[in-house]
């Protein structure tokens, strides 16, 4: 069975219809790409309550592998998309986050920057993005090949971590 994923762009420009969503795109196009099916796509404004009720409703209902958001991961005022995340979570997944910071700082220091996070609700992993189509490339460059082990490992069907 593929594996299901979901996208979700928070922009309060794009919410509104001045900005073009450009990242979830090429997300969903990269997942596709892979062999995913993309069972929802969509673009909400950077609000707290309506990412987690989101994020709830995919694990909890729709249930897909992975769950990737995109914006909302630096440090202006309306950038709560990690802590939205935290609050759905129930286990930390910090490697898959930590990760992608380690990558991008050899791209630039900025990616210091980046308070995006990765967990886990139920057998979805959850994995924030940062807003910029090239850095949400950049960033699926460093976990496209790991994730499905863990993937696996959530849906039961995965074996030992060790080689």
């Known amino acids: 069975m ?3 994923a979901a996208v979700i762009t ?3 420009k794009g919410a509104k219809g ?3 969503d450009k990242s979830g795109p090429a997300i969903a196009e990269r997942l596709m790409e892979s062999g995913y099916e993309v069972i929802e796509q969509f673009l909400i404004s950077d609000d707290s309550e309506l990412l ?3 994020l709830i409703r995919l694990a909890d209902q729709r249930r897909p592998d992975l769950i990737l958001t995109t914006g909302g991961t630096g440090f202006s005022q309306r950038d ?3 802590e939205a995340t935290l609050a759905v979570a129930e286990r930390n997944a910090p490697g898959i986050a930590e990760a992608i910071r380690a990558a991008s700082l050899k791209i630039t220091n900025r990616a210091m920057l980046s308070r995006a996070v990765s967990v886990i609700r139920g057998k979805t992993l959850i994995i924030n993005l940062p807003g910029s189509p090239k850095a949400c490339m950049e960033s699926m460059d460093v976990f ?3 994730i499905p082990h863990a993937m696996d490992l959530l849906r039961g069907d995965g074996g030992d971590c060790a080689r």
């Open 144 to 146: 496209m090949d790991a």
């Open 2 to 4: 593929p594996y299901q």
């Open 52 to 54: 987690q009720h989101h």
């Open 10 to 12: 928070l922009s309060d």
């Open 80 to 82: 709560r998309t990690p």
């Open 18 to 20: 001045h900005r073009e």
